[in-house]
């Protein structure tokens, strides 16, 4: 795995984590988002840790919010142990966000992960056609009626 794409992983994997803490306005997730577009490849390829450290004012900048509520929702980050702040003092001094897993796995851990998608070969030797997924599709039951769709 490409040091791009291990970096590419981790950062997803991390996106998922704070999309998934329901305590988080969507606020914190377009925060988030616009602190993994900063992150620096040096330091991850020297520390195999994501860290980025734009302005405030850039982030909500970016994301059309104020310099306030980017602030705000940084410190959510923060106090629900997505990120870790290291203070900068002063202009032209931004703050260094690391990003925090919550199931404190190495990012080393991300190169050996296995494919998301398998599959299983025929007696014949070739990969299922599509028909074969087709026919293996789960059943989805609609919320607003209970029953399954097709």
């Known amino acids: 795995m490409s040091a791009a794409s291990h970096r590419t992983a981790v950062l997803f ?85 690391t990003f925090v897993m919550q199931n404190r796995q190495s990012a080393s851990a991300f190169r050996r992960a296995k494919p998301a998608v398998s599959f299983r070969i025929g007696r014949n030797g070739n990969r299922p056609s599509a028909s074969a997924f087709r026919r293996a599709k789960p059943a989805v039951q609609r919320p607003e009626t209970g029953r399954t769709a097709s």
């Not at 991390?14 to 988030?32: M, Q």
């Not at 982030?59 to 919010?65: D, H, R």
Request: charged share 25%.
């Open 13 to 97: 994997a991390w996106l998922n984590e704070v999309k998934a803490d329901t305590s988080l306005p969507a606020s914190a997730f377009k925060v988030a988002f616009e602190l993994g577009q900063w992150i620096n490849r040096e330091a991850f390829e020297k520390e195999a840790v994501l860290t980025a450290w734009p302005s405030l004012e850039t982030i909500g900048a970016a994301i059309v919010m104020s310099e306030r509520t980017a602030r705000d929702m940084v410190g959510r980050l923060e106090s629900r142990g997505h990120l870790e702040i290291k203070v900068g003092h002063g202009p032209g001094h931004p703050s260094r966000y």
